[in-house]
């Protein structure tokens, strides 16, 4: 959407890098990030006897898995999305503080 936007196709070979800071929007990867945590704070503010929260005490040990590498649970993404940007868990109670730690803003 964004090389349309400029006008660039495939072909002029234009990098993803530049047409985000051209147009100025943030990292995919930050954004994505933003979105995780946004919701890990919805779920951990419900009450513990909330249908969503109940998830959370399910467990799936007994579940074969397939060969090769497990895939990466969603529980382990955001606990390396609570490190790279050194968050910690109990934070979420403060919804304005939280709301404005994980902001990612767009470079204008």
Same mark, same amino acid.
């Given at each position: 959407m964004l090389r349309w936007m400029c006008g660039y196709t495939r072909k002029d070979r234009m990098?993803?890098?530049?047409?985000?800071?051209?147009?100025?929007?943030? +990292? /995919? *990867?930050?954004?994505? =990030?933003?979105?995780? &945590?946004?919701? !890990?704070? $919805?779920?951990? #503010?419900? +009450? /513990? *006897?909330?249908?969503? =929260?109940?998830?959370? &005490?399910?467990? !799936?040990? $007994?579940?074969? #898995?397939?060969?090769?590498?497990?895939?990466?649970?969603w529980q382990e993404t955001i606990r390396s999305d609570l490190s790279y940007l050194n968050l910690d868990k109990n934070l979420v109670t403060d919804r304005a503080q939280w709301k404005q730690r994980i902001h990612v803003a767009d470079p204008t």
């Open positions: 990098r993803n890098e530049y047409i985000r800071k051209k147009v100025g929007v943030a +990292p /995919i *990867e930050d954004k994505l =990030r933003e979105s995780r &945590l946004r919701w !890990f704070g $919805h779920l951990n #503010r419900r +009450p /513990i *006897e909330a249908p969503v =929260r109940k998830i959370e &005490l399910l467990d !799936f040990a $007994h579940v074969q #898995r397939g060969r090769g590498r497990p895939k990466k649970t």
